[in-house]
T-cell receptor, first 114, second 117 residues
Framework: KAGVTQTPRYLIKTRGQQVTLSCSPISGHRSVSWYQQTPGQGLQFLFE???????NKGNFPGRFSGRQFSNSRSEMNVSTLELGDSALYLC?????????????FGPGTRLTVL | AQTVTQSQPEMSVQEAETVTLSCTYD???????LFWYKQPPSRQMILVIRQEAYKQQNATENRFSVNFQKAAKSFSLKISDSQLGDTAMYFCAFMKYGSGNTGKLIFGQGTTLQVKP
């Protein structure tokens, strides 16, 4: 079974631009969570989608948004990029079964904002 | 709010020896899960082991085991017979159980483990 894939793997943008990152979950997984990883703040939860609905959200500004499609693929969008948005963005998929299902992580998208 | 603390930013161990990584957490919840994830230099996050809070028995997975002390809110990871491939950053993570808490892992700051030959 193929793992979680994320595209693109690397991105360079300038301040003020917007960016869209994509995540394809493992086949059969319906929940997708997004995380931001930075050296200073560590790993922080952005949001979680299930059946095309955002079920949970972290403490990030409204510039960070996401969506999920009927095939469970998910995208996250960051508008009006700031230097501090430079980070590794990880997505993770899980079944879920109602408990704390194992989250399977993708390789991440490294975003650099200049 | 829940917090997870890993007080050891870096550790090293000789190959074939045993090492223990520490993790403490703070929560007022009773229903939750705890995890240890490994992130090697390739950056791919991999689940090492998980523990359900309602289970008293400590989880084990081959060379990896945990010491879960619920009253002390402590969740340490023991790696036995360390191998070079264990070199990675290790994250302790917490997930609250129940609706409204779906899909959200709360991570500690991580411990970088280097296994030396």
């Amino acid at each position: 079974k193929a793992g979680v894939t994320q595209t693109p793997r690397y991105l360079i943008k300038t301040r003020g631009q917007q960016v869209t990152l994509s995540c394809s979950p493992i086949s059969g997984h319906r929940s997708v969570s997004w995380y931001q990883q930075t050296p200073g703040q560590g790993l922080q939860f952005l949001f979680e989608y299930f059946s095309e609905t955002q079920r949970n959200k972290g403490n990030f500004p409204g510039r960070f948004s996401g969506r999920q499609f009927s095939n469970s693929r998910s995208e996250m969008n960051v508008s009006t990029l700031e230097l501090g948005d430079s980070a590794l963005y990880l997505c993770a998929s899980s079944l879920p079964s109602g408990g704390a299902d194992e989250q399977f992580f993708g390789p991440g998208t490294r975003l650099t904002v200049l | 709010a829940q917090t997870v603390t890993q007080s050891q930013p870096e550790m090293s161990v000789q190959e074939a020896e045993t090492v223990t990584l520490s993790c403490t957490y703070d929560t007022s919840e009773n229903n939750y899960y705890l995890f240890w994830y490994k992130q090697p230099p390739s950056r791919q996050m991999i689940l090492v082991i998980r523990q359900e809070a309602y289970k008293q028995q400590n989880a084990t997975e081959n060379r990896f085991s945990v010491n879960f002390q619920k009253a002390a809110k402590s969740f340490s990871l023991k790696i036995s017979d360390s191998q070079l491939g264990d070199t990675a950053m290790y994250f302790c993570a917490f997930m609250k159980y129940g609706s409204g808490n779906t899909g959200k892992l709360i991570f500690g700051q991580g411990t970088t483990l280097q296994v030396k030959p």
